[in-house]
């Protein structure tokens, strides 16, 4: 959020949705190749060299930040501690509780799909196309076009619409998931990178749909309140998955998985009901 906030500071004054999809999608890269090189790494190197090899990532950024041209932001009014003026702002806090709902399926599902896809090799005795690593890196990836096309959609058809098309679609994608775990992986592996690409079809929008909704003199309060309400759902939703997996019979027993990607379904549903909260009037007119 600190480099959200960097971008949006430096932006003129307009549509910054498609800026703010590209640098939302490219977090998704990130990890994608990370699960990627730390897994081909490890495999020739060891593990601790892999943490090594990612580590230096972070280290080439911190270049980039020092060569970027400075830039200070007017002061914000009040306490930088004080929320109150975000959670009046009902337009903001409707993408953030949106975005709460999207991050607990993402992360479910990225958490577990690993496992998903290893349950259904070990029930095709490994006869399938591609392992659960080179899954979970490619159902990653596809976040970035997914994104980007879902905000060109929320552009065109209108942001609270494409968000409720994107996530129904998604949690249809879910539940027939977790009712064809038994399928054949060459009948499976299409449906999950369809659900790869309906997971994250809805999180450009809703980092925009925030980004513009927020008071300028608040956009800092707003993207911490953004953060932390997304990532704490992002904890609870991959901790849900494996309870729901257990209680339905383990990852070896397709009720279980039924289960995971049931709750996936069920918690992803609830970014409609607040998305419905969001008010398209003027940013002037947003929380008076």
């Not at 949006?8 to 939302?24: E, I, K, W």
């Not at 070990?122 to 392992?131: F, M, P, Q, S, T």
């Amino acid at each position: 959020m600190p480099g959200l906030k960097a971008l949006t500071d430096r932006l003129p004054p307009g549509d910054m949705s498609r800026s703010v999809t590209l640098y939302t999608s490219s977090f998704s890269v990130g990890v994608g190749l990370s699960f990627l090189i730390s897994q081909l790494v490890a495999d020739f190197y060891g593990w601790r060299i892999a943490f090594f090899v990612t580590g230096v990532a972070p280290l080439g950024m911190v270049i980039v930040c020092l060569l970027l041209a400075p830039f200070k932001p007017k002061p914000s009014p009040g306490h930088p501690l004080d929320f109150r003026p975000v959670f009046r702002n009902r337009a903001a806090l409707a993408y953030i509780f949106g975005y709460g709902a999207h991050c607990f399926e993402l992360y479910g599902m990225r958490t577990w799909i690993v496992a998903f896809w290893t349950f259904v090799a070990a029930r095709n005795e490994g006869g399938v196309l591609l392992g659960p690593v080179a899954v979970s890196v490619l159902v990653t990836l596809l976040s970035l076009p997914a994104s980007v096309l879902g905000n060109e959609a929320a552009i065109r058809f209108g942001r609270r619409r494409a968000i409720t098309v994107i996530m129904f679609a998604s949690a249809t994608g879910a539940i027939v998931i977790g009712f064809t775990a038994t399928l054949s992986p060459f009948l499976l592996l299409p449906l999950v990178l369809l659900y790869g690409l309906t997971v994250p079809g809805d999180s450009g929008s809703l980092t925009a749909g925030m980004s513009q909704s927020a008071i300028p003199a608040n956009r800092g309060a707003t993207m911490a309140l953004h953060s932390t309400v997304g990532f704490g759902s992002s904890a609870l939703g991959a901790w849900g998955t494996g309870v729901a997996l257990d209680a339905a019979g383990g990852p070896a027993n397709c009720t279980g998985w039924l289960a995971a990607f049931s709750l996936l379904a069920a918690g992803v549903l609830l970014g409609p009901i607040a998305v419905r909260w969001a008010d398209e009037r003027p940013k002037s007119n947003v929380g008076l």
